[in-house]
């Protein structure tokens, strides 16, 4: 019975995390496109901050399988790169034992999903530029990227948040 109720509360949390995804792509489809990269650039993560948010929920070692998964979902469908997104994915999956988050409240959950938008930015363009992906200048990127991402993410992590509450489900 546990072990069924485990693998149902990890389907529907597979799932939430895939619609948000698709939230996502449904958001950057509707702002404008910074071709020449001399403008703000913002980038919705509903998708990592409901997962980040899930996974503090699953318990053991099915959290980073789930956490894989749902990086390369993101990978495979998302993005060009395979193995960047499994590893920020199992990244954060692996930070959270550091922060026992049990029960956040609403300002917490903020501060959680913006620092969590805030090192995924930071990881990718660290890999990019190490990787010579990209050139963009490191102030540019403070400046019309990242800034605005993580302002923009906190705002939304408050929706996240309230969706967050309505879906979990505590293992017993």
Do not use: H
Request: aromatic content about 18%.
């Amino acid at each position: 019975m546990k072990s069924r109720l485990r693998d149902s509360i990890f389907f529907k949390f597979f799932i939430i995390v895939l619609i948000c995804f698709v939230i996502d792509s449904t958001i950057s489809f509707f702002m404008p496109y910074n071709y020449t990269k001399t403008g703000i650039f913002i980038v919705p993560c509903i998708g990592l901050m409901m997962f980040a948010l899930l996974v503090n929920t699953i318990k053991g070692e099915e959290s980073y399988l789930f956490a894989a998964l749902c990086g390369l979902y993101y990978s495979v469908v998302y993005s060009n790169s395979l193995a960047i997104y499994i590893l920020v994915y199992l990244i954060i999956t692996f930070s959270r034992t550091f922060f026992k988050l049990e029960k956040l409240t609403i300002i917490e959950a903020v501060l959680y999903c913006g620092s969590t938008v805030l090192l995924q930015e930071i990881m990718l363009y660290w890999i990019m530029w190490i990787t010579n992906i990209t050139r963009y200048p490191v102030m540019s990127f403070l400046i019309m990227r990242l800034l605005p991402t993580v302002c923009f993410n906190m705002i939304l992590s408050i929706v996240v948040y309230w969706v967050y509450n309505k879906v979990k489900v505590e293992e017993e």
